[in-house]
């Protein structure tokens, strides 16, 4: 009987830990299932780009995944059951269920409206591939002079917001910001960050805290009425309901609790991945949701199921950051330098030369998913029978 391996999603974690365990395992040894509820690898870090007109690579997950020995399945999971070790799932076929052995939950996160009023109705929001062609059209109805504002002046606002006003210029773009403008990273990071909205024609809305989303304006908590054509919601990002609803540990925000080899610390045969997962990084914080540490997170816990299934040394690695890459549209970018533990250093890096950098770090993420088994030294050791149903003994 071959060991059941079933990956849920086909994000950046889900895909690329499918594709590390394909290549650590061996097909005799592990039946490797990867489910998604889409049929495209979807490039969620530039889903601005994708609302504001751009067209993105298609990239078929039957073509990234044919020949790797991963098993594709294309339905929407509706519920996992990790005492019984199934996973309910809605596809071409109709309802069926899913057995496995060992399950990595990677379903990844969508926007998080906080339960402003009038969101839900009003807002446009870009945390998935549907919402920013919903935005795109919407965009593209709107006349010159008109309004956009941008909620959120975390890492998507401040991509979202810059990526706007430089592909429409003739619109009203501005963002309203909860704190300061950037006022998470250095001085010379913040100082650049103002400059390009300057340059850009953005408004920028501090210490102002949206209270409520109507059609044609935003309210915010202090009374103030700001005129807004169109509203795009990036305050968070919150994860699907699913976990939540098992007897697995999951934290206040609904995330799975994992160890170091982001296996859940209630049920040994799970681990979690990427925006899922609450898994604690350098000093101690957890990972906040990105591809920055999901990637590696994901690699990492390949790797401790790997180890584990073949009786090898399960991996002890801390996954640290070393730096922000933000878009401010196609010419502009910067680099922020981090601390492992994700906190901003003095150094920068600005202009065209951190546009290029960070186009070149979204080309390999995107790279690294649709070439699954590439690149990576083949390692395949034998799975120990006995280690398939004692998995929570190591
Ligand atoms: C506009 C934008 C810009 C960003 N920029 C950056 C950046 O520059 N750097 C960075 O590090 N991070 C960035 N992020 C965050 C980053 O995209 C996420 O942290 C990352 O995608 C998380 O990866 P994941 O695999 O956990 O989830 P995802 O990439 O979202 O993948 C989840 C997968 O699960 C599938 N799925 C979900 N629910 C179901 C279901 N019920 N059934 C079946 N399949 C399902 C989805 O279709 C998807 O394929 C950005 C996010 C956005 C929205």
């Given at each position: 009987m071959k060991h059941r391996i079933v990956v849920l999603g086909a994000g950046y974690t889900g895909a690329s830990a499918a594709g590390r365990l394909a290549r650590r395992l061996r097909r005799e040894d592990v039946a490797i299932t990867l489910v998604n509820a889409e049929p495209d690898f979807v490039e969620r870090i530039r889903n601005h780009q994708l609302a504001t007109g751009q067209d993105l690579k298609p990239r078929p997950l039957s073509e990234i995944f044919a020949g790797t020995g991963v098993e594709l399945r294309l339905a929407k999971?509706?519920?996992v059951d990790v005492d019984r070790k199934t996973v309910a799932l809605t596809g071409a076929n109709?309802?069926?269920?899913?057995?496995?052995?060992?399950?990595?939950?990677?379903?990844?996160?969508?926007?998080?409206?906080?339960?402003?009023?009038?969101t839900a109705e009003h807002a446009?929001?870009?945390?998935?591939?549907?919402?920013?062609?919903?935005?795109?059209?919407?965009?593209?109805?709107?006349?010159?002079g008109q309004t956009v504002v941008v909620v959120g002046g975390g890492l998507t606002g401040v991509e979202a917001?810059?990526?706007?006003?430089?592909?429409?210029p003739d619109l009203d773009v501005a963002l309203a910001v909860s704190g300061g403008l950037g006022d998470w990273i250095s001085p010379k990071g913040r100082e650049h960050l103002r400059k390009v909205f300057g340059k850009l024609g953005i408004t920028a809305y501090e210490h102002t805290t949206v209270s409520g989303v109507a059609a044609g304006h935003v309210t915010t908590a202090d009374g103030k009425v700001i005129p807004a054509a169109v509203t795009v919601w990036t305050a968070g990002f919150a994860v699907h309901p699913?976990?939540?609803?098992?007897?697995?540990?999951?934290?206040?925000?609904?995330q799975i609790v994992v160890d170091r080899t982001m296996r859940s610390v209630s049920h040994p045969d799970v681990y979690a991945v990427g925006d899922a997962a609450m898994a604690m990084g350098a000093g101690d914080k957890p990972l906040r949701m990105s591809c920055a540490s999901g990637i590696p997170a994901a690699a990492l816990a390949a790797d401790a199921i790997a180890a584990r299934?073949?009786?090898?040394?399960v991996p002890d690695k801390t996954?640290?950051?070393?730096?922000?890459?933000?878009?401010?549209?196609?010419?502009?970018?910067?680099?922020?330098?981090v601390t492992a533990d994700d906190r901003a250093r003095q150094g920068v890096l600005t202009g065209r030369p951190a546009a290029a950098y960070k186009e070149l770090i979204c080309k390999g993420a995107a790279w690294s998913v649709a070439n699954p088994t590439l690149g990576m030294p083949t390692r395949k050791h034998r799975v120990t029978p006995e280690r398939t149903l004692r998995q929570d003994t190591v």
């Open positions: 999971v509706t519920r109709g309802a069926e269920e899913l057995g496995y052995d060992t399950l990595v939950y990677a379903l990844g996160s969508g926007w998080n409206s906080q339960g402003v009023p009038g446009h929001q870009i945390a998935g591939r549907t919402g920013a062609l919903r935005l795109r059209e919407r965009l593209a109805g709107l006349d010159a917001s810059t990526e706007l006003a430089e592909a429409r699913i976990a939540q609803a098992t007897s697995l540990e999951v934290s206040g925000t609904g299934l073949t009786g090898r040394k996954i640290g950051y070393f730096n922000q890459c933000i878009s401010l549209g196609r010419k502009e970018g910067l680099i922020q330098y």
